[in-house]
């Protein structure tokens, strides 16, 4: 069983969550032990039952053993988060980040120096989407390695 945190409950945090329910659907595989969001009344829309809830991400990050990390909070944010996760050695198995995973090239660099390649994975709504593109190019040109994609949900077209 994986352990999982959700940071920010807004739409992409709705998202990852429904995405976790459609896994454990089919094997019950990640518990969502813990979501944190800065928006009290977001937070209210959480069925608790096991779930506990913060308004502070860096209190539910001390406080909890994650194996997974999601991260659904707005684009300026993500890479704070990752700054925090390394800054305070947070312990992890893998970090799930809606897109952008990061705004400028010198804080892509300092995950690229300071993460492990496995660690990280993008959460794509827009797959078709300039900054996807861009990220396209980068892997093809960097000769990196994509192993794969989830997508979930249903077409709206």
């Known amino acids: 069983m994986l352990n999982a945190a959700i940071i920010g409950y807004g739409n992409a945090g709705q998202r990852f969550s429904h995405a976790i329910d459609m896994v454990n659907a089919r094997q019950h595989t ?9 928006n009290f009344l977001a937070l209210s829309e959480i069925n608790l039952g096991k779930i506990s809830i913060y308004e502070s991400y860096q209190e539910m990050l001390f ?19 990752f700054k925090f996760i390394k800054d305070f050695n947070i312990n992890y198995r893998k970090i799930v980040c809606e897109k952008p ?13 300071n993460f492990h390649a496995n660690s990280i994975f993008v959460h794509f709504v827009e797959r078709y989407s300039d900054a996807c593109q861009e990220l396209i190019n980068y892997i093809s ?17």
């Open 63 to 81: 406080e909890n053993e994650l194996d997974l990390i999601f991260i659904a909070t707005n684009d300026n944010t993500h890479f704070s988060l």
């Open 30 to 38: 990640i518990e969502v032990k813990c979501v944190a969001d800065s």
């Open 101 to 113: 995973l990061v705004n400028t090239a010198s804080e892509m660099e300092f995950l690229y120096d």
């Open 141 to 157: 040109e960097n000769k990196r390695k994509v192993k794969r994609v989830f997508l979930t949900g249903q077409n709206s077209g």
